[in-house]
Nanobody
Framework: QVQLVESGGGLVQAGDSLSLSCTFS????????MGWFRQAPGKERECVAA????????YYADSVKGRFTISRDNAKNTGYLQMNSLKPEDTAVYSC??????????????????WGQGTQVTVSS
């Protein structure tokens, strides 16, 4: 059974950096595309970044482009989201997800098969 567990969330000030990790277990991590989503109160869940199985293609939402970096280490079964220059509008619950179509750069939540429980990121002004 596939499981994803996020870590690294917390409370930071605007301009600070934060690094999220997503530990994958139960199957072979390299057979999955990984995405990071976030959901703020009253808003829909949105994909902020995604990466295919070998890191060869990545996606970033316009709102985070140039500030966030997605990466993965298949040997460690772990994905990462480095978040720099954080803004109060980045405040949300961040979740990682895995899509079995490992060569597809999935950006819609319906495309993902497995989800982590989420971690809270709060950015104060």
């Amino acid at each position: 059974q596939v499981q994803l567990v996020e870590s690294g969330g917390g409370l930071v000030q605007a301009g600070d950096s934060l690094s999220l990790s997503c530990t994958f277990s139960g199957r072979t991590f390299s057979y999955y595309t990984m995405g990071w989503f976030r959901q703020a109160p009253g808003k829909e869940r949105e994909c902020v970044a995604a990466i295919i199985w070998n890191g060869g293609r990545t996606y970033y939402a316009d709102s985070v482009k140039g500030r966030f970096t997605i990466s993965r280490d298949n040997a460690k079964n772990t994905g990462y989201l480095q978040m720099n220059s954080l803004k109060p509008e980045d405040t949300a619950v961040y979740s990682c997800a895995a899509d079995r179509r490992y060569t597809t750069l999935s950006t819609r939540r319906e495309e993902y098969d497995y989800w982590g429980q989420g971690t809270q990121v709060t950015v104060s002004s």
